[in-house]
Structures are given as structure tokens and as C-alpha cells.
């Protein structure tokens, strides 16, 4: 999906396309503009194309074609150094034989800055992340962590307009890396700078991100804020790849405006919002939340649909209860169950009834 081109936006992909091999192109006719101080992550499996993205508005790759255009201004042939932007990778990057004050002080000095000015702006950065009594050492006398934030206070320490971000936390630990996601997102709103982070973690991405790109072979598949992605995906990539999904197969029996009628497999008719529907007696793929599913008549909302399931497992995850099912023929459907007083317990191999609301329904492109 392209985005509409704005005249005011910050960074700019005009019909750009790469080719490492001149037949195989792994960017695809891109076409997206990013607004200043806007948070926006590339997200994607391997090889979809995003980091490609990425590495070209650095300037270490060049677009075969198409134009990348940085506050109005073609970028194509400016090198990477003379771009003035700051960079973050998953591995650091930092040099193991300066100090970290070194290391921030290094960009500054390029750039023809005073003794006096240089240790003004590192002491800033490095209190920005919280590491200025750091300032001493060398990197392999920090944590992971630690050398994290001193890259990203590396990026930062020249004041670019643009930071970008690829895998930044990759290498991290699970408790470490959530941490750090809220450090970033708490950095960009406190300083307004625009940042172009890539990453392939579904989680990350719609913690931290004011938009995302979701890639799939070469192309965005679907660009919007992250709540729009989770609840409004509009084709069955998407949908699967953002969060856990339902998936249930089935033909569209009828349309009506934005209704589908579907016919799953097992011959059940449910009612759907029609999204990637196109006609009548084409396949489709139902996509449905886990936690939008529920068992209980009472917890149902007006014009739920019931359908028969049984259920095949129950995994305890703490605050959560989730349950699989076979649900039309299909197993490995999931509903999610808070873990509450008084919850009804249910059992392997138990016959129930879930449902959910059409409108929680949508009726994709089958995968």
C-alpha cells in the first residue's frame, strides 16, 4: 500500500526500488512519507525488505531506482556522513579502544566542534540515557544493556533531526529489552526527533511506534498506527503476523456493503465484515482474535454468533488462561480467558459453545 506523498513530510521514498543482482528486485516500487518527530518502524519477517529500506536512507545501500528525499532535499547521492543522521545497531558498534566519553566525544570532533562544546554535549547525552558516571569506561566493562544506551546516546549526541534504528535491542534479554523499548519511546517524545526504527518483533512495534510498515516481499503490505494494524488488518499477512489470529476457512456466500456471508467448511454460515472479500463463492480466510472469543451466554455481546467447540488443550500463563479448540472442523483455534476468581474451569476434551461478534469477524484474501 503506497502513502499519499505530503508536501511538508520529513523523510521521502518516492518509487523507489533496489536490485542487488539486476533481475531479483527485494524493495518494490516504494512509495512512503514520514512526518517530522514522527515514530515510525519498519516491521517485517527476514528478507521482507525492511532493513534494505533502512540501509538506503543511511546511505550505505543505493536505491536502484526512485528517489529518497530527507526535509525536501534528494539524498541519493549524499554519503552517508554528510546526511546527518544518527545511527543505532543491534550490535553497539561502539570502539572497543575508547572510553565511552571517547565514543560520544568522536561524532563531535568530526564534525569540527570545540573541547568545550564536545564535553557540554556528551555530559547532555549521557544523562539523557542515565550513564554520565560511566563516562570513564570502556565498553567491555559495561552490560549489554549499558553499551545500548551509550550507542544510543552516541546517535543522539550531535542533535541529528533523523535517528534510525535497526534491531536495536535484538541482543538483549526479554526484561531488559521491554525496558529499553519504554526508554526510546520516553526519549522521542521528550525530544521530538524523528525516528525510523526496523525491527521483525510484532511486540516492539506496536509498543513504541506512532505508525508502522508492515513489509512482505519487497512491498508494504499495510501502513497505519498500531491499534488500526491489531484490530483493522487489512489482508491475511497482517492479520497473522500482528498478534495471535484466528484463521477459518471458508466461501463468501453473499456480500452486502461491508457483510460477507461466509460458508466454512464444516457447512456453518457466520456473518463477517467484507475486507478483502470480492465475490461471491471465492474462498476467504475469517480472521478472529483470541481474546475477542468467549463461551460464556452471558458475556456475549447482542448478535454473537454460537458455533460448537471442543476443547483440545489449556496452557496456564499466569494472567491468562489460553485455551485451544477445534472449531469447525479446524484445530488450533485459541481463546483467551482471563485468570480471575470465580473463572469457570473447563476441561480437556469438554464440548462448548464460543462466539464472537460479526464485527470482530473479518473476511480476508485466503493465504
Known amino acids: ?88 545497531f543491534q550490535n553497539y558498534a561502539l570502539f572497543p579502544h575508547m572510553t565511552v566519553g571517547e565514543n560520544l566525544s568522536f561524532p563531535l570532533e568530526v564534525r569540527g566542534m570545540s573541547k568545550s562544546d564536545r564535553e557540554t554535549k556528551v555530559k547532555h547525552a549521557l544523562d539523557m540515557v542515565q550513564m554520565y558516571s560511566f563516562i570513564n569506561r570502556r565498553p567491555a566493562q559495561l552490560s549489554g544493556g549499558q553499551q545500548q544506551r551509550i550507542a544510543l546516546a552516541r546517535a543522539l549526541v550531535f542533535d541529528p533531526s533523523l535517528v534510525l534504528m535497526d534491531e536495536p535491542l535484538g541482543a538483549l534479554d526479554k526484561q531488559l529489552r521491554e525496558h529499553m523499548q519504554f526508554e526510546i519511546k520516553h526519549l522521542h517524545e521528550r525530544l521530538g526527533i524523528t525516528v525510523v526504527y526496523v525491527t521483525h518483533d510484532q511486540g516492539e512495534a506496536l509498543t513504541m511506534s506512532d505508525r508502522v510498515a508492515v513489509f512482505n516481499d519487497g512491498r508494504i503490505q499495510q501502513l497505519a498506527p498500531p491499534a488500526d494494524l491489531y484490530e483493522r488488518p487489512e489482508n491475511s499477512f497482517v492479520a497473522q503476523f500482528i498478534g495471535e489470529n484466528n484463521k477459518l476457512l471458508g466461501t463468501i456466500e453473499g456480500l452486502n456493503g461491508d457483510k460477507a456471508l461466509v460458508r466454512l467448511a464444516t457447512g456453518e454460515l457466520i456473518d463477517a465484515t467484507a475486507v478483502n472479500a470480492k465475490e461471491k463463492g471465492g474462498k476467504t480466510l475469517v480472521s478472529i482474535r483470541p481474546e475477542r472469543v468467549e463461551f460464556k451466554p452471558e458475556m456475549m455481546p447482542p448478535g454473537a454468533h454460537m458455533i460448537d467447540a471442543e476443547v483440545q488443550e489449556i496452557i496456564y500463563m499466569g494472567d491468562i488462561l489460553r485455551v485451544v479448540l477445534r472449531v469447525a472442523g479446524s484445530d488450533g483455534f485459541v481463546m483467551k480467558m482471563r485468570n480471575t476468581l470465580g473463572q469457570t474451569r473447563l476441561s480437556q476434551g469438554q464440548k462448548i459453545k464460543v462466539g464472537w461478534h460479526p464485527q470482530d469477524a473479518r473476511a480476508l484474501d485466503p493465504m
Open 1 to 88: 500500500m503506497a502513502d499519499t506523498f505530503k508536501n511538508d513530510a520529513f523523510v521521502a521514498f518516492e518509487h523507489v526500488q533496489k536490485s542487488y543482482d539486476g533481475v531479483t528486485l527485494v524493495v518494490k516500487d516504494l512509495n512512503l512519507a514520514i512526518a517530522k518527530g514522527e515514530f515510525l518502524t519498519m516491521l517485517g519477517p527476514s528478507g521482507s525488505g525492511k532493513t534494505t529500506c533502512l540501509m538506503m536512507l543511511a546511505g550505505f545501500e543505493t536505491a536502484t531506482s526512485g528517489e529518497i528525499k530527507l526535509d525536501g532535499r534528494p539524498i541519493n547521492q549524499v554519503p552517508p556522513h554528510k546526511r546527518g543522521i544518527g545511527m543505532v
